[in-house]
């Protein structure tokens, strides 16, 4: 039976979430500040974590930063009434795997619990490779002939996406999904600012835009 760790202080909204995720078959928990969050986070006893964006003592930007920090990959869902686009770039930047805004649907959330799951627990090389560039899927770490590349989560992420379908175009639309897992507005420039910081990291002649269509990892 999967774990999940609720941190949520308000407890009309934990009790709500605990009760369902019960009666969906998942052993529950819930941490009411983000001290205690981190540290159950850390315990290596829950299988994902549903992350309160305002809690007490820390807020949960600061238990996200601790626990990647920590080299934890447990998948994380930002829950929380703060939808605002820099929020939530903010959230997934740092490391959360999805950010879903209150009000919610509890049917979308188990879907994305859900989601989280099976991503997490499917097989994973140890490694990718394309052409010299080479990313370390444990540790998170880039490097492109020898030298290491200091790349932030989501932009590890973009990459990852990228090396998994060498050659392919990527729509700004899948990697929004792929990568971020979130409904962004259509209009959102994000995928193209992450693939310009992307760009400027690994150097020129790795990512080509298609134009109309999206970008491919050459």
Known sequence: ???ILIADDETRISGFIDKGLRAAGFATRVAPTGPEALDLALSGEFDLLVLDVNLPGMDGFGV???????????PVIMLTARVELADTVAGLEGGADDYLGKPF???ELIAR???????DTAATPVSLTHRDL?????????????TAVELSA????????FIRNAGQVLSREQLLSRVWGYDFDPGSNVADVYV???RQKLGAGWIETVRGVGYRLV
């Open 154 to 161: 989501r932009e590890f992420t973009l990459a990852e996406e």
């Open 134 to 146: 080479v990313l370390d899927i444990r540790t998170r770490r880039a490097h492109i002939g020898g």
């Open 113 to 119: 619990i859900r989601l989280r799951m099976r991503k």
């Open 105 to 107: 649907r509890f049917d």
């Open 196 to 198: 310009g910081y992307l």
């Open 64 to 74: 996200l930063e601790n626990l990647r920090g920590s080299g934890s990959t447990m």
């Open 1 to 3: 039976m999967a774990s």
